[in-house]
């Protein structure tokens, strides 16, 4: 069904057009593409490499033990894929973190830039697509798989500076795409077009007599599904208007009045941004998202965590000093956690007007810029996938050698049914998709 038929929809039941983003997923008006499988992709990126010896398991196959590092995803362990042994290829112009960033889901070269890093020639953006944004463009051509944004790009602690190291997603060459790391204007985005929490006032509450009414002429399953989105924007509310009250006279400069966007409310606007993204799924707002935390390079100081270090400091440090790898291995543990929550509230969130859970349907990849932060090592970059929504052969841990990781990029594509001979570089795209997958 068209926007406008569902415009009309609205108009025939004499309400407002402020209710579409209520509508859009209920399966009994036909508004929720109900009829094929929704199939999602989410990309989640940290920084600084890993600890290897306690983030790979030793072992390859089913039968697998989950380090330190990946023990929060314990409980997806037969929903989880771990694949060793994928490189960044790519070389050219920038240092490592550039290229791993910029890269990462490019498979391609930086163009030629005066953006200097390390040691090492200095680059600019990304010469290529990124593959959530060719996944998404395939999508939004289909009527039966176009959703209301394509994709959603969140973010936790992303810097204001728009650089090389800064940006994961491209839209095409030249074309960085800028997340939203602030969970009240993703609120916003996706539930209405305020831009400030602390004049926020309800938008629910002018619209009872909408939602009362559309009530009336939905099936008791859409009922519940429309009562499930309400409740989730009225508790939203509430958090925004909580939050207000606790930021009062801390708001961060150039940044919007009233948000408290500082490194030790990283837990809590991760949390947020985490169900906001679930809802954008449950809604059907898009089938594409990535999640960034902070950036290459990232320096935080995660106090919460007992670390008093910056993140890319001790990443420096070299293998022998070992209370900076057991903070390290606490640092991307943490990060695990975030993984492990959003798959535990996809997989206990229905799939609306389908079959299982959110988590069925969707494919989480968790990635980094670089395999080990003190070696710079663009090999063994770090690539954990978890749940059901690509029908990959999952419950495995995989060694593969030293494969291009281009060759994971185009898989991720074939499993939307988008059968691309190549992305980003073709000298790495040689031998097709990863058959080990499946």
Known sequence: MSNLSRREFLR??????????????????GFANSTARKQRLIIIFSPNGVVQPT?????????????????????????????????????????SHMRGIGCLLTGVELFPGNIQGGSDTPAGWSSG?????????????NSATRTRFGSLEFGVLVPDRADTWTRMSYAGPNKPVTPIDN???????????????????????PLQGDLQKLAANLSAADRQLLDE???????????????????????????????????ENMPRLSRMQIELLVSSFQSDAARVATF?????????????????????????EPDTNEKSQEKLTTINKWYAEQVAYLAKRLAETPEPGGDGSLLDNTLIVWTNELGK???????????????????????????????????????????FGHHIERFGNPDFCRDGVLTQLT
Not at 12 to 29: E, K, Q, R, W
Not at 80 to 90: A, F, I, N, P
Not at 292 to 316: A, F, R
Request: proline share 5%; glycine share 10%.
């Open 12 to 29: 025939d039941l004499g309400l407002s057009a402020s209710m579409l983003p209520f509508v859009l997923n209920l399966p009994g008006v």
């Open 55 to 95: 983030f790979w398991p030793d072992e390859a196959g089913r039968e697998f033990t989950l380090k330190e590092s990946l023990s929060p995803l314990e409980p997806f362990k037969n929903r989880l894929l771990t694949l060793h042994g994928l490189c960044d290829k790519v070389r050219g112009d920038g240092d």
């Open 129 to 141: 697509i990124s593959i959530d944004q060719e996944i998404k463009n395939f999508l939004q051509a």
């Open 183 to 205: 969970p009240y204007r993703m609120f916003s985005k996706l539930y209405g077009r305020r831009t400030d929490q602390e004049h926020l006032q309800s938008i629910l509450d």
């Open 229 to 263: 989105q309400a409740t989730f924007v009225r508790e939203m509310e509430q958090e925004l208007k909580s939050s207000t009250a606790e930021a009062t006279g801390h708001a961060v400069p150039d940044l919007e009045p009233g948000i408290k966007e500082e490194t």
């Open 292 to 316: 960034q935390y902070t950036n290459s390079v990232g320096d935080l100081k995660m106090k919460w965590l007992g670390v008093d270090q910056g993140h890319h400091e001790l990443s420096h």
């Open 373 to 415: 932060g003190n070696s710079h090592t663009l090999d063994n970059i770090p690539f954990v996938l978890v749940g059901n929504g690509l029908n990959f052969a999952m419950g495995q841990s995989l060694k593969l050698g030293s494969l291009p990781h281009n060759r994971l990029l185009m898989s991720l594509a074939h499993g």
